[in-house]
C-alpha cells in the first residue's frame, strides 16, 4: 500500500519545526510529509531527536518553530499561536516503556479507553474484540494482562493504540523489550497488520535492521537534522552524505588520492589512487552526490561488503579494479564463509564468501570492486 505520486494524501506534515530544550535544539527545522498508508520511519543514532519529534506530533511538546498538520488541521503553529490537545489529535500511540494495566484482564485493558470515552457497550465488544482478533490474542482475552508473554504485551499494547482507528500510528521503539526472535516476528506482524488495515504508521528506531525492513519511506536524523529521505534501497545504494552511508549497513572504505582516469573508463566515474600499502594500485568508482573532487584531492572510496567480488588467486584479474589480498580468518556459517581478507598494510576487509567453492585460512585470492558499486567521496 506505499503511496503512489499523484494518488497519495498527505497525513501528516512537519514544516520547518524545530524544539529547544535550554539553548540546544533536539529538533532542528524539520520538515516532513508522511502519506497515507505508508510506514515512515525516523532513524538515526540516540539523542538525535527522534522521540522528541514523535512527542512534538503527539501533542506531548509544543514547537519553538514551525507547524504541524494532521490530515488538513494545523494542530500546532509556533508563530500562530496553535496548539490543539494531545487527545483531539486522533492518533494511536505505543511508546517504548508501554504499560499493561495489571489488574485488568485482556479485554478489559483494551476496552477501558473507549469505556472511558462513554462508549455503548455493545460497541465496545465490537471493536475490542476485533482488534484482539486481528493481532491473534482472542483466546487470552479473559486472562489478566500481566500473565502474557512479551511478545503478547506488545501486541496488547498495539491493540489499545489500534481501536481507536486512529489517522496515524505512531510506534516509538516498540520492539525494544524483545528478545531477537521475537523482535522479527513482531516486524514482520506490523507490517501486516498495516497492510491489511491501510493505517499510515510513524514508526522510531535507531535499529537499522528495523527500519529496512519495515518502511516504506526511511527519514535519517542526525542531531535534530532530517539528512536524507527515500525508500529503504535508495539510501542504502545512494546515501547522500558519508552519515547516511555508515549509518546504514556496513561499508569498507579505501583512503587515496583523485587521479587518472585508467582507459575505458569515463566521468562520471573517479580514478583514486591509493595510499599507504596499496599505493600504485587505482580503482574506479562513481562520484559520490554533489560533491566536489578535485584532482590530487584526498579521497574515500566506500563499498558495501556483499558487493565486492571474490575470484580465487588464479587466473590473475587486471589490475584495476582487482586487489589481491590473503584469507586471514574464515568461519563457515552454513549458508556462506565469513571472512577476514588482508589487502595488506592496514587494509583489512570483513566479508562473506559464497560456498561454492571450498576456501582455507592463508588462501591467497582477488577481490574485485566493480565500479559501478564502488562511490567517492571527499575525505
Ligand atoms: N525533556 C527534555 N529536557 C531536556 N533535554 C531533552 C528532553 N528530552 C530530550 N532532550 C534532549 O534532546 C535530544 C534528543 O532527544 P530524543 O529523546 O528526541 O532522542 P532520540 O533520538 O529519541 O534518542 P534515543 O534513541 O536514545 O531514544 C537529546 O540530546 C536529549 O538529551
Ligand atoms: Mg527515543
Not at 573517479?270 to 559520490?288: D, F, I, K, Q, Y
Request: proline share 7%; with cysteine; glycine share 10%.
Amino acid at each position: 500500500m506505499g503511496a503512489e505520486p499523484g494518488t497519495s494524501e498527505t497525513v501528516l506534515a512537519l514544516d520547518g519545526v524545530s524544539k529547544l530544550f535550554g539553548q540546544a535544539a533536539a529538533v532542528d527545522g524539520v520538515s516532513l510529509a508522511i502519506r497515507r498508508g505508508e510506514v515512515f520511519t525516523l532513524l538515526g543514532p540516540s539523542g538525535c531527536g527522534k522521540t522528541t519529534t514523535l512527542r512534538l506530533v503527539a501533542g506531548l511538546e509544543r514547537p519553538d518553530r514551525g507547524e504541524i498538520t494532521l490530515r488538513d488541521r494545523v494542530v500546532a503553529s509556533a508563530s500562530r499561536r496553535i496548539f490543539i490537545a494531545p487527545n483531539q489529535r486522533n492518533l494511536g500511540m505505543v511508546f517504548q516503556s508501554y504499560a499493561v494495566w495489571p489488574h485488568m484482564t485482556v479485554f478489559e485493558n483494551v476496552a477501558y479507553p473507549l469505556e472511558l470515552r462513554g462508549m455503548k457497550r455493545a460497541q465496545i465488544r465490537d471493536k475490542v474484540t476485533r482488534v484482539l482478533e486481528l493481532v491473534g490474542l482472542a483466546e487470552t482475552e479473559a486472562r489478566a494482562g500481566t500473565l502474557l508473554s512479551g511478545g503478547q504485551m506488545q501486541r496488547l499494547a498495539l491493540c489499545r493504540a489500534l481501536v481507536y482507528e486512529p489517522d496515524l500510528l505512531l510506534l516509538d521503539e516498540p520492539f525494544s523489550n524483545l528478545d531477537a526472535k521475537l523482535r522479527e516476528q513482531m516486524r514482520v506482524e506490523v507490517k501486516l497488520l498495516q497492510r491489511r488495515l491501510g493505517i499510515t504508521v510513524l514508526f522510531v528506531t535507531h535499529d537499522q535492521v528495523e527500519a529496512l525492513s519495515l518502511s516504506d519511506r526511511i527519514a535519517v536524523m542526525h542531531r535534530g537534522r532530517v539528512e536524507q529521505v527515500g525508500p529503504p534501497r535508495c539510501l542504502y545504494e545512494e546515501p547522500a552524505s558519508a552519515f547516511v552511508r555508515d549509518f546504514l549497513g556496513q561499508t569498507v572504505i579505501l583512503h587515496g588520492r583523485v587521479g587518472r582516469l585508467p582507459s575505458g573508463h569515463a566521468p562520471p566515474v573517479v580514478a583514486v589512487e591509493l595510499n599507504g600499502a596499496l599505493a600504485g594500485r587505482t580503482l574506479a568508482g562513481r562520484a559520490a552526490p554533489s560533491v566536489a573532487l578535485p584532482h590530487g584531492g584526498a579521497a574515500h572510496l566506500a563499498i558495501r561488503p556483499e558487493d565486492i567480488e571474490v575470484a580465487p588467486h588464479d587466473p590473475p584479474r587486471p589490475e584495476t579494479n582487482w586487489l589481491p589480498g590473503v584469507i586471514e580468518s574464515l568461519s563457515f556459517v552454513g549458508d556462506r564463509y565469513e571472512a577476514r581478507v588482508a589487502l595488506g598494510g592496514e587494509y583489512h576487509v570483513a566479508l562473506f564468501i559464497p560456498r561454492g567453492r571450498e576456501w582455507r585460512e592463508g588462501e591467497r585470492l582477488q577481490l574485485g570492486f566493480p565500479p559501478e558499486r564502488m562511490s567517492v567521496w571527499p575525505a
